[in-house]
């Protein structure tokens, strides 16, 4: 079972910036794909940013240029970076992985429990 653990969410004013980081544990042979989701009141969990084990990522248009999505596979770490925030970044941020379980098969995808973040305006 992998687990997930997010943290660095808060408070912050507009224009403002925090850093998230989602550390992953448990048993696994290998971490393929991170991502970090969010899911603001009322609205749909939509993806934010995602980074492959060879570091390509991938964002969305609403978040480009602001964030950056980066990992330390060492660590098996993933992290947002989140600049000029806007009221509307306020969300419930989730991060996402998949890999392998073991060296001869079976796969896994992980979610973690959340952390909030709240922009003010």
């Known amino acids: 079972q992998v687990q997930l653990v997010e943290s660095g969410g808060g408070l912050v004013q507009a224009g403002g910036s925090l850093r998230l980081s989602c550390a992953a544990s448990g048993t696994f042979w290998s971490i393929n794909n991170m991502a970090w989701y969010r899911q603001a009141p009322g609205k749909q969990r939509e993806l934010v940013a995602t980074?492959?084990?060879?570091?390509?990522?991938n964002y969305a248009d609403s978040v480009k240029g602001r964030f950056t999505i980066s990992r330390d596979n060492a660590k098996n770490t993933v992290y947002l970076q989140m600049n000029s925030l806007k009221p509307e970044d306020t969300a419930v941020y989730y991060c996402n992985a998949d890999g392998r379980k073991t060296a001869w098969g079976g796969t896994f995808t992980s979610w973690g429990q959340g952390t909030q973040v709240t922009v003010s305006s």
């Open positions: 980074i492959t084990s060879g570091r390509s990522t």
